[in-house]
């Protein structure tokens, strides 16, 4: 569903040297849908494929909300994304 790629470098990355050998990967919002997900996790280097984990981690999403919206279980879709409607009145 996503791809975080740590070489292709941002202009709000930044290096820090007090993380030693440890990669960090933030981001403002969990778009997902309610429901667990599994994680892989993969290493290259030079273009090469050094290593590949398939369900690395579990994680949980829970039912909550998006910018005030409710984000709720539906049969259709994976993620949710912010937005609004114009609506007759």
Known sequence: MATFHSGLMGPEDVRDSD???KLVCEFDE???MPGRYRLNAGLSCKGELEDHVE???FLD???GQL???PVTFGK???VSMPHRWRLPE
């Open 55 to 57: 369900g690395v981690a």
């Open 19 to 21: 993380l030693g050998a």
């Open 30 to 32: 969990l778009l997902l």
């Open 67 to 69: 910018r005030g919206r």
């Open 61 to 63: 999403v829970e039912q």
């Open 76 to 78: 259709y879709g994976h």
